[in-house]
């Protein structure tokens, strides 16, 4: 990681990941589901650690310490298990004022979630 995280210091990455790529406007961080995030017999992972992912790693996209979620546009595209390994991307595609518009997919072995939030200093 070339640079380090500069928000959301507090937040457990049992819950939301690990960054493991962080650089001017861009973020990557895993995920890997454990059976607390379970939300059926079937052993599917609730689709809130999915966001909650995505979320993270386009707050670190942007990595200011004030920085806060105006608005989300997602899609979920898959299911996910528990034991799977999430991967988020995240990358700023616009940027205007206090406004930064933050790109982000994430994935396992097969695209799960694709988003744009807006995101404000």
Known sequence: MSMAPNTHLQISPVWVGEPV???SG????RL???PEMCADERGLVHGGFTFGLADYAAMLAV?????????ADSRFLAPVQ???VM?????IVE???KKRVVKCSVAT????????????V
């Open 63 to 71: 990595n200011d310490p004030k920085v806060v979620l105006g608005a």
């Open 82 to 84: 528990v034991g799977e």
């Open 87 to 91: 991967e988020a991307r995240a990358e």
């Open 32 to 34: 890997r589901t454990n």
């Open 95 to 97: 940027e205007k004022g």
């Open 109 to 120: 072995d097969k695209p799960v979630f694709e988003a744009s939030f807006t995101c404000f």
């Open 26 to 29: 861009q973020a990557v961080v």
């Open 21 to 23: 790529e962080l650089a």
